[in-house]
């Protein structure tokens, strides 16, 4: 309309400055579309977070950042993301304007609220630009993820007993800091001060008349092992309490495995713990399990599949029992 506006005041007042501008009206879309077109062909587009994990109640940036090298600037631009805890999936799809300055790293960043744990995951699925007159407008597809594990808060427990238990009260002996004791006796030896009572050999004491403690033989056989439920319902505080437990177990210094169940693939995977990093690798792995609505679908495939002879710590959501092979302890 603007263009025919133009052509006919030409022929109606005759003015040399209206064919000018004419002219360009006629070649400022044509340079718009080319220096778009540069513009986009030197694009580098990442995204990134600062942290590699973050607890519940933090907040958290994830980083969008795209490298336009051409000389020209781009206004009109839209990332199309999506943003979601995979425990809790939302398919909504989020909008984000920004320019792209030319000859530079362009970054923006994103601040989520962190309220329950889980997989954080942040997806850009497209790049959304248009030229400086909104002439052409073009989608660049993309698929860049981002996922943060957001770990659950800490919380007090109450551990069961985690020692083996012989047969008679005169076998029983608890978890030493570098590993489970064996039921074999290494040597009998005086009493000192400071020996657990549970190591008094009370029958060969009593025969000599003084107190004898009982040296056991360690072993480097794991036999505890904590084993979580994947409840939708409750998957909130079994996360809890899984890293709650784990936390304090290697406060004692205790040497235990965790054992995943993947409802779907019907597998077990096992996970040695010995310092606070492999707590969070195995979070991280327990967070990628799919959810399911049972309460004992994983107690019941560990003992049916004939897992490892060991103490299990049960988890299912706020819910920690001990059990030796299918009876529960404590």
Not at 128 to 140: A, G, H, W
Not at 219 to 230: A, G, K, V, Y
Request: net charge negative; hydrophobic share 40%; proline share 5%.
């Amino acid at each position: 309309m603007g263009i025919f506006l133009v052509w006919a005041c030409i022929v109606i007042f005759q003015q040399p400055f209206l064919l000018m501008f004419l002219f360009l009206m006629l070649i400022l879309p044509a340079l718009s579309v080319w220096f778009f077109h540069l513009a986009v062909s030197n694009l580098k587009i990442n995204a990134y977070s600062k942290v590699p994990a973050v607890e519940t109640g933090n907040n958290v940036g994830i980083f969008v950042e795209c490298e336009n090298k051409s000389f020209f600037p781009l206004f009109h631009c839209e990332y199309v993301f999506t943003l979601q805890n995979l425990y809790k999936p939302n398919p909504i799809q989020h909008k984000l304007s920004t320019p792209l300055l030319p000859r530079r790293n362009n970054r923006v960043e994103i601040p989520v609220e962190t309220a329950a744990s889980g997989m954080l995951s942040l997806e850009i699925t497209s790049l959304q630009i248009s030229d400086y007159l909104y002439f052409l407008t073009k989608e660049i597809p993309l698929s860049i993820k981002v996922q943060i594990p957001i770990l659950p808060s800490l919380t007090e427990v109450i551990l069961p007993s985690t020692a083996p238990v012989a047969d008679g009260m005169e076998e029983f002996t608890e978890s030493d800091n570098k590993g489970n004791l064996s039921s074999d006796i290494k040597e009998i030896r005086e009493y000192r001060p400071g020996d657990r009572l549970q190591r008094i050999h009370w029958k060969l004491s009593a025969k000599l008349d003084e107190l004898l403690v009982k040296e056991m033989a360690h072993t480097t056989i794991l036999s505890l092992i904590i084993l979580p439920e994947c409840n939708r319902e409750t998957i909130e505080d079994t996360s809890r309490m899984l890293r709650s437990v784990m936390t304090e177990l290697l406060k004692r210094e205790e040497r235990f495995e965790v054992c995943l169940y993947h409802h779907t693939a019907c597998e077990f995977s096992y996970f040695l713990i010995t310092d606070e990093f492999e707590i969070t690798e195995c979070l991280i792995h327990f967070f990628y399990l799919p959810l399911y609505d049972g309460t004992n679908e994983a107690k019941e495939a560990y003992f049916a599949s004939s897992q490892k002879a060991a103490t299990i710590l049960h988890i299912c959501g706020t819910d920690l029992k001990r059990l030796d092979s299918e009876n529960i302890i404590g």
